[in-house]
């Protein structure tokens, strides 16, 4: 009990708080048009973003909740503070002022296409004298082609510039990374909270799938604890199920509850669901009705947790309703469709029965392992160096792209750099994606090869 206390900071005979800790602040400044609201958009994942094409239009400063890498922050969106009738520098460098001043760290956002100007110098100047942390967000860099336009930021002084694209994505992972790093750790009551915490699960799939049955299979009748996610409005329910003697966290679990709602709801209903959920979570199980044709809507549910970045685990559920000649249908339908998530683990399962149900931790041990493996530089240049050499890439026109160096910059899910001295070809990034897969597993997880080529 002792020992409770102290990680909290308690001290004797404090009342316990009843409120939960505030996450640390993020806040976004920067000049009007330079992609704020839109960089926050894609901070918060909301896919339709709220972004008004017509410059310094009034917006309300809003703020939200956000995660990256199991950290809750909240991110602080100035793109509305530009609504009185001063001079834009003084208003931007206002607007600047007011959020460093609730902020424990700062995107300072420029447009890489105009470069610094003497507002953007203004604003740097008092983001120093206000000694938070800053980083420098290049903006608007959508290919490599524009990445010089962000080197050049160099001569801002705030260190080296994110060439980010807040449109496409592009270099988001990177600086929500370096962001975490710059945010304080949560405290709480004045004290530490350790890091980690349950991995947190979405179990995913159409409706009448089985999703309900398998939450409430795996959680028993009493080891259920929901919990009320604060602040949020949507599907707010998480809940913590120990499962091979560790807990886990289910996400957005109100929406499996409600089944009478799903059974009938349409695929737009569903799509949202799945949305929301991988949003919260690390792992998607996607459940898949073993004993039925794949449908529609089940690829169109596994493409969104493709291109969510988690890790994957399939579950092929009703297994009890099968028979001899499904199966080998299904086998073919497994190499047919499904072959472009073949390094997902597969687990065949009746979450009416809890048949198998034991099988679905350790695929799901595997898929976040993978999600969170990190190879070192030296290992990784060295596969490659090997795998080159055995299998160049071909020449074109007369020229060989060469990979000069490669190292992963970011896990969750794995993120490797290959740094070139021209353009791959997409069949030679996917051999390469395949070798990597080969020689360092990742069971489970997407991979992201990027390029940088430099003449
Ligand atoms: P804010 O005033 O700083 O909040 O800027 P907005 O987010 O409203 O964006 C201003 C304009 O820049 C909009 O037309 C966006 O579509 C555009 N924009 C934002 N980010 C990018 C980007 O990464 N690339 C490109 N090409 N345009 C962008
Ligand atoms: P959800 O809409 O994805 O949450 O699906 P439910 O859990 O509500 O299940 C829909 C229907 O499928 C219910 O009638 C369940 O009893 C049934 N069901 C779920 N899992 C299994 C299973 O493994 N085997 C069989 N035979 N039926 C199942």
């Known amino acids: 009990e002792e020992d409770t206390a102290l990680l909290r900071g308690w001290e004797d005979g404090d009342p316990e708080p009843e409120e939960a800790p505030a996450p640390p602040v993020l806040a976004v400044v920067g000049r009007p048009n330079v992609g704020k609201s839109t960089l926050v958009n894609r901070i918060i994942g909301r896919r339709e973003a709220v972004v008004e094409d017509v410059p310094g239009v009034t917006r309300d400063r809003v703020s939200y909740e956000s995660e990256w890498g199991g950290k809750t922050f909240t991110v602080v969106d100035t793109g509305g503070w530009e609504h009185d009738a001063k001079g834009i520098h003084q208003r931007v460098a206002e607007q600047a002022e007011r959020a460093v001043d609730v902020a424990d760290a700062v ?47 160099w001569g801002l002084g705030l260190g080296q510039p994110f060439p980010v694209s807040a449109v496409h994505g592009r270099g988001t992972g990177d600086l929500l990374d370096a962001a975490m790093d710059a945010l304080p750790e949560v405290t709480a ?50 809940e913590l199920v120990e499962l091979g003697g560790r807990m886990w966290r289910f996400v957005d679990t109100a929406g499996i509850r409600r ?63 099968m028979d001899e000649d499904r199966r080998t249908y299904l086998e073919r339908e497994i190499d047919r469709d499904l072959a472009h998530v073949a390094w997902a683990p597969r687990v065949n399962l009746s979450a009416k029965t809890g048949w198998h149900k034991d099988r679905l931790v350790p695929a799901l041990d595997t898929a976040l392992d993978s999600w969170d493996t990190r190879i070192p530089t030296g290992k990784l240049n060295a596969f490659l160096g090997e795998l080159v050499a055995a299998h160049p890439h071909p020449v074109r026109g007369g020229k060989q792209p060469r990979i000069l160096f490669a190292t992963q910059p970011s896990t969750q899910p794995p993120r490797i750099v290959l740094f070139t001295t021209g353009f791959l070809e997409p069949g030679y990034r996917r051999f390469i994606i395949r070798r990597l897969r080969e020689t360092f597993g990742f069971e489970g997880s997407p991979i992201e090869l990027g390029m940088r080529v430099r003449e």
Do not use: C
Not at 215 to 225: E, F, I, M, P
Not at 285 to 308: C, F, G, N, P, T
């Open 107 to 153: 995107l300072f956002v420029v447009d890489a296409t105009v470069g610094a100007t003497s507002t953007d110098e203004a604003v740097v100047k008092l983001l120093r004298r206000k000694g938070r942390p800053v980083l420098l967000v290049a903006n608007k860099v959508d290919d490599i082609s524009q990445e010089a336009d962000a080197a050049s930021l």
């Open 259 to 321: 089944r009478q709602h799903m059974a009938h709801g349409s695929d737009y209903y569903a799509s949202l669901r799945t949305q929301s959920a991988l949003d919260k979570a690390e792992v998607a199980v996607v459940l898949l009705e073993a004993s039925e044709v794949l449908s529609e809507q089940d690829v169109r549910i596994l493409q969104l947790v493709l291109d969510s970045g988690r890790a994957v685990v399939l579950a092929f559920n009703k297994w009890d309703l």
């Open 189 to 238: 009551y004045g004290g530490l909270i350790p890091r980690g915490g349950p991995r947190r699960v979405a179990l995913l799939g159409r409706p009448n799938v089985g999703k309900s049955s398998l939450l409430n299979q795996l959680a028993g009748s009493d080891r259920v604890v929901v919990d009320e996610t604060a602040g949020t409005t949507r599907d707010p329910v998480d």
